[in-house]
């Protein structure tokens, strides 16, 4: 019987010496090629006041007329939460021509619990008929809005403020025609009993 004899390759390394090498070569590729990751910033978007079951885009719409004396209003947040946990806060300004200015907070995540996307609705009260604005902004996130149109669109900014006007409701002529009618009809009641 002939006994094969097999002669090392020079050129050929052992399995573990090549598997070593390919393993740090893998792991270098690794490392030079790795994007670096962020999480999705703070952001907020969306906009919107609530008017008779009608929602009216405040970027949109700039210098429109909203009704008071109670406005409540609609605000999109995205992103994501720093990886630290610590809370945001969303601030709202409201300022009313001659009025002093109306600030609400709300914490992000919302009631700390609720992580984004989430929309956050908030209400102001009016005084009466002026220029007003509001301003959105993500305290300690910057930047937390993106222009969505116009000359300046695509272009982050921290907070944002929207112009617009508020109004006292003006009464439909069919309301006031009934007013009228009860007023009239108390006033004949009354005739007729001082009559009587």
């Known amino acids: 019987m002939k006994q094969l004899c097999v002669k090392p390759n020079p050129r050929r390394g052992n399995g573990a010496s090549r598997g070593f090498i390919l393993a740090l070569m893998g792991l270098a590729l690794c490392l030079f090629s790795a994007v670096e990751t962020k999480a999705d910033p703070l952001m907020f978007s969306n906009v919107v006041a609530l008017q008779n079951d009608i929602r009216v885009d405040l970027f949109a719409n700039p210098g429109t007329t909203i009704f008071g004396p109670q406005i409540s209003f609609l605000v999109d947040i995205t992103g994501t939460i720093p990886a630290n946990g610590q809370l945001q806060t969303l601030r709202i300004t409201f300022a009313e021509a001659g009025q002093a ?13 609720i992580p984004p996307p989430f929309t956050q609705l908030f209400t102001v009260s009016t005084v009466g008929t002026n220029a007003a604005t509001l301003t959105i902004d993500i305290l300690g996130n910057s930047p937390d809005f993106s222009i969505p149109g116009g000359a300046r669109s695509g272009q982050l900014v921290d907070s944002f403020t929207y112009t617009f006007n508020v109004a006292e409701p003006v009464p439909e002529p069919a309301t006031l025609t009934l007013l009228g009618a009860g007023l009239v009809a ?8 001082r009559s009587d």
Do not use: D, H, Y
């Open 186 to 193: 108390l006033a004949r009641r009354r005739r007729r009993r």
């Open 101 to 113: 200015a109306i600030v609400q907070e709300f914490s992000i995540p919302a009631f700390g619990i």
